[in-house]
């Protein structure tokens, strides 16, 4: 498994376009959800209730790139690039997500009536900030997907301390544990936050991406297009039946007398895989061109991710004070407005917050400095 060249550079523009529309997905999810808690209406007949799925391609992506990036190390034990990863995924995580995170506590302190039971308690608040399990959500709701990040980020890393004979049992260990999530009889219990992080069925998501990067960097794949396409017809396929409630998010089936509870790793999950697949086969091998938006809404879709949901919420609020549905009489009207406010707030502050925080640290912590030549 171990390389000493590095692996080539390749713009994956599909990918990036694929995450811009992702973000988008939970945007619109957000969207119908508030619609529905605060202004009593239905956004756009209910279609993208399934717009939670973003999320989930989100992980496999961040499987994918992990192992894309980082394959050349594999079966390296070394405590440098230990470290270095760490630095790379903490300046990609932490500091953006505290920013927005104090601007959200800011508007509480500010606004009482806004706060929920717990939402100031100091504890609550430094595991929120360290992204640590917990009971409760993080403040920023969308906090509990970073979570499970941050814990694919520490397996992953623990390859570069642990020799495979260690390792690799400990991997099968954490996935068949993710797995019995689907097996309610034999289920490991995951009260415990910590429990139900580190064997939540998602992880198996992450797995996923990884495994979507060996098969595509290892195996000159055909019809990637096929892929594509297959995928995507099955996500979408998936995610109206279950905006519709044609299908339960937890559909329980039994199988040779077995019963299972299939969930949204196999609804999206899986069609996101194969998506995934034939997307990245795509850009490897022939280079795909994307417009230059989409790129650009695939780099602030970190940004869009993290600040759509308090600006949502609070923006529907007002809309629900103002009584804005009566008096507009049309629901769509005030929505997509907010859609686009949020969207276009998150792509604001990406360019001018995250964007340059993010590379001020890159150039300060993890860049080294050029040694002077010798004369």
Same mark, same amino acid.
Not at 40 to 52: A, D, N, R
């Given at each position: 498994?171990?390389?000493?060249?590095?692996?080539?550079?390749?713009?994956?523009?599909?990918?990036?376009?694929?995450?811009?529309?992702?973000?988008?997905?939970?945007?619109?999810?957000?969207?119908?959800?508030?619609?529905?808690?605060?202004?009593?209406?239905?956004?756009?007949?209910?279609?993208?209730?399934?717009?939670?799925?973003?999320?989930?391609?989100?992980?496999?992506?961040?499987?994918?790139?992990?192992?894309?990036?980082?394959?050349?190390?594999?079966?390296?034990?070394?405590?440098?690039?230990?470290?270095?990863?760490?630095?790379?995924?903490?300046?990609?995580?932490?500091?953006?997500?505290?920013?927005?995170?104090?601007?959200?506590?800011?508007?509480?302190?500010?606004?009482?009536?806004?706060?929920?039971?717990?939402?100031?308690?100091?504890?609550?608040?430094?595991?929120?900030?360290?992204?640590?399990?917990?009971? !409760?959500? %993080? =403040?920023?709701?969308?906090?509990?997907? *970073?979570?499970?990040?941050? &814990? $694919?980020?520490?397996? +992953?890393? #623990?390859?570069?301390?642990?020799?495979?004979?260690?390792?690799?049992?400990?991997?099968?260990?954490?996935?068949?544990?993710?797995?019995?999530?689907?097996?309610?009889?034999?289920?490991?219990?995951?009260?415990?936050?910590?429990?139900?992080?580190?064997?939540?069925?998602?992880?198996?998501?992450?797995?996923?991406?990884?495994?979507?990067?060996?098969?595509?960097? !290892?195996? %000159? =794949?055909?019809?990637?297009?096929?892929? *594509?396409?297959?995928?995507? &017809? $099955?996500?979408?396929? +998936?995610? #109206?039946?279950?905006?519709?409630?044609?299908?339960?998010?937890?559909?329980?089936?039994?199988?040779?007398?077995?019963?299972?509870?299939?969930?949204?790793?196999?609804?999206?999950?899986?069609?996101?895989?194969?998506?995934?697949?034939?997307?990245?086969?795509?850009?490897?091998?022939?280079?795909?061109?994307?417009?230059?938006?989409?790129?650009?809404?695939?780099?602030?879709?970190?940004?869009?991710?993290?600040?759509?949901?308090?600006?949502?919420?609070?923006?529907?609020?007002?809309?629900?004070? #103002?009584?804005?549905?009566?008096?507009?009489?049309?629901?769509?009207?005030?929505?997509?407005?907010?859609?686009?406010?949020?969207?276009?707030?998150?792509?604001?502050?990406?360019?001018?917050?995250?964007?340059?925080?993010?590379?001020?640290?890159?150039?300060?912590?993890?860049?080294?400095?050029?040694?002077?030549?010798?004369?």
């Amino acid at each position: 498994m171990q390389s000493n060249a590095p692996p080539k550079k390749v713009k994956l523009n599909l990918l990036q376009a694929f995450r811009g529309i992702a973000a988008l997905l939970v945007v619109l999810f957000h969207l119908d959800q508030l619609s529905n808690e605060k202004l009593k209406q239905t956004f756009l007949f209910g279609i993208f209730k399934f717009g939670w799925a973003g999320v989930d391609f989100f992980f496999i992506l961040s499987g994918f790139i992990i192992f894309y990036v980082h394959r050349h190390e594999l079966g390296i034990q070394s405590w440098q690039k230990f470290k270095k990863f760490w630095l790379k995924r903490w300046i990609r995580i932490y500091p953006v997500y505290w920013i927005v995170t104090l601007a959200v506590l800011g508007l509480l302190i500010f606004v009482p009536s806004l706060a929920k039971a717990g939402d100031t308690n100091l504890f609550f608040l430094l595991k929120t900030f360290l992204l640590i399990p917990q009971s !409760t959500p %993080p =403040l920023l709701d969308v906090g509990w997907t *970073l979570i499970l990040i941050i &814990f $694919f980020y520490l397996i +992953f890393s #623990l390859s570069y301390l642990l020799k495979p004979k260690i390792y690799l049992p400990l991997v099968a260990i954490l996935l068949l544990g993710s797995l019995t999530q689907f097996v309610p009889d034999i289920s490991i219990p995951a009260e415990n936050p910590w429990i139900g992080t580190i064997f939540h069925s998602m992880n198996l998501e992450f797995a996923l991406g990884c495994l979507a990067a060996y098969l595509v960097v !290892t195996y %000159p =794949l055909r019809h990637r297009k096929t892929l *594509l396409f297959v995928g995507a &017809f $099955f996500f979408i396929f +998936f995610g #109206l039946l279950l905006s519709y409630g044609v299908i339960a998010e937890v559909q329980n089936l039994n199988i040779l007398g077995i019963e299972l509870g299939i969930n949204r790793v196999f609804f999206s999950g899986i069609p996101c895989f194969i998506m995934l697949i034939g997307a990245a086969s795509l850009d490897i091998n022939k280079g795909t061109d994307v417009p230059n938006f989409v790129n650009y809404l695939g780099d602030a879709s970190y940004s869009i991710y993290l600040i759509h949901s308090p600006i949502i919420s609070a923006l529907t609020q007002i809309a629900a004070k #103002l009584n804005l549905v009566n008096l507009i009489g049309n629901s769509l009207i005030i929505n997509l407005p907010i859609g686009i406010v949020s969207v276009g707030i998150g792509c604001v502050f990406y360019s001018i917050v995250e964007k340059p925080v993010v590379e001020f640290l890159r150039q300060i912590i993890v860049k080294k400095k050029v040694p002077p030549k010798a004369i």
